[in-house]
Nanobody, 119 residues
Framework: QVQLVESGGGLVQPGGSLRLSCAAS????????VGWYRQAPGKQREFVASITSAYRTNYADSVKGRFTISRDNALNTVWLQMSSLKPEDTAVYYCNAEINLDSRMWPYWGQGTQVTVSS
């Protein structure tokens, strides 16, 4: 079994920064592409950023230039560095990973971490 755990959320003032982590644990798996998504109250879950195992990145227009996604394949961990945060960035942030397990690709979701941007 594989577990995906997010951490790093919290309350921050507008203009501040936070770094979210998404760590995969288990045995005999390979972490492939990983994405961050967010869901604000009353809204649909939306794409934020993604990174492939080859370190290719993609960002939503709303976070380009403010957020940076990175990974360490040896640690099976992906980070989302968020800067110049705005109140509209407030949401529950979820990590989604494609995991190669038993020669098949499986989608995993983390439990989510709350990010609140408010003065």
């Amino acid at each position: 079994q594989v577990q995906l755990v997010e951490s790093g959320g919290g309350l921050v003032q507008p203009g501040g920064s936070l770094r979210l982590s998404c760590a995969a644990s288990g045995s005999s798996f390979t972490l492939a592409a990983v994405g961050w998504y967010r869901q604000a109250p009353g809204k649909q879950r939306e794409f934020v950023a993604s990174i492939t195992s080859a370190y290719r990145t993609n960002y939503a227009d709303s976070v380009k230039g403010r957020f940076t996604i990175s990974r360490d394949n040896a640690l099976n961990t992906v980070w989302l560095q968020m800067s110049s945060l705005k109140p509209e960035d407030t949401a529950v942030y979820y990590c989604n990973a494609e995991i190669n397990l038993d020669s098949r690709m499986w989608p995993y979701w983390g439990q989510g971490t709350q990010v609140t941007v408010s003065s």
